[in-house]
């Protein structure tokens, strides 16, 4: 019986099915014209086939409807394995709009299966494709994959060039990675289209505080400073670098909001510039930007 995936739009019997020389026009061909439809070529004896048969549906379930797969054993159906001529097994074949338009042999990575599926979800009509490729690249983006996002990010651009969206999760992948040079690069050479779109923009804030890490100081001897001198704007100013740089974004906020608290043209606004490139980098619904922004408007209005 297969899993229930309560995110999939069409119903799991529809998404993996077991497919035949027979059906094969019905279920591969005409049902890509609806959908990208992958076809695995299989066998009971393939040690492989053991292996990427489940990760490749897992894959499919998780693109939620935007594309399917028939399982296809080829010792029950050899007609339709020689006139495709599978001649060794696993093969994998995706076929859209009746035309096969991708595959592999062989068993792949994680990574791999997670890149060729999410270039399938996007061939899917509208805007919806695209989406759903992009959400499972920000969810493993959120999860800590940052490799297997950067991936999907970069298929999603390879079909739209210019999807803001898609070039701002991939410098935020590289960023993540660690890869600031190239984050830096990529930014640089940003489509004059989505110059200033909001995800490119965050995308540049991040790298921006990303930097600043780099020259961080330790977090304990800068609350240090500031516990011995509370006036000390440049160590608060500091610590909320620091404390950025470690993964401690609200605590960063709240030190800032001390500071301009304290004294709001330190340094020419220091302490407002910073909160709004913190802002800027946050995800638009999280809640510690919404929360920073209120508490600094309270501030200024104060």
Not at 100 to 129: H, I, M, N, T, Y
Not at 206 to 225: F, H, I, S, T, W
């Amino acid at each position: 019986m297969l899993e229930l995936n309560a995110g999939t739009n069409a119903a799991d019997e529809t998404l993996i099915t077991e497919g035949s020389d027979r059906d094969f026009m019905t279920q591969v061909i005409e049902a890509s014209k609806e959908v990208p439809v992958i076809v695995d070529f299989w066998a009971p004896w393939c040690g492989p086939c053991k292996t990427l048969g489940p990760a490749l549906e897992a894959e499919v379930r998780a693109a939620r409807g935007k594309v399917r797969m028939v399982k296809i054993n080829v010792d029950e159906n050899q007609a339709i394995a020689g006139q495709l001529r599978v001649q060794s097994i696993p093969t994998v074949y995706a076929f859209h709009q009746g035309q096969p338009v991708d595959g592999f042999q062989g068993a792949q990575p994680p990574a791999a299966l997670k890149e060729f599926v999410a270039k399938l979800a996007a061939l899917s009509s509208g805007d919806d494709g695209l989406d759903a490729a992009l959400d499972e690249a920000d969810s493993m983006l959120e999860q800590g994959a940052a490799a297997d996002a950067a991936q999907v990010f970069a298929a999603v651009l390879a079909e739209e060039p210019e999807n803001a969206r898609a070039f701002g999760g991939l410098a935020r992948a590289h960023i993540a990675a660690g890869n600031l040079d190239q984050a830096e690069a990529l930014i640089a050479n940003v489509p004059a289209a989505i110059a200033t779109a909001p995800e490119v923009e965050a995308a540049r804030a991040k790298l921006a505080l990303a930097r600043q890490a780099e020259n961080a100081g330790p977090v304990d001897e800068l609350r240090a400073q500031v516990q011995a001198d509370p006036a000390n704007h440049q160590a608060r100013f500091d610590l909320a670098q620091a404390l950025y740089a470690t993964d401690q974004a609200e605590a960063a906020i709240d030190e800032l909001l001390e500071l301009f608290r304290r004294d709001r043209e330190w340094n020419d606004g220091a302490a407002k510039a910073q909160l709004f490139t913190i802002f800027d980098a946050l995800q638009p619904n999280d809640p510690l930007a919404a929360k920073g922004r209120r508490k600094l408007s309270s501030l200024i209005f104060a």
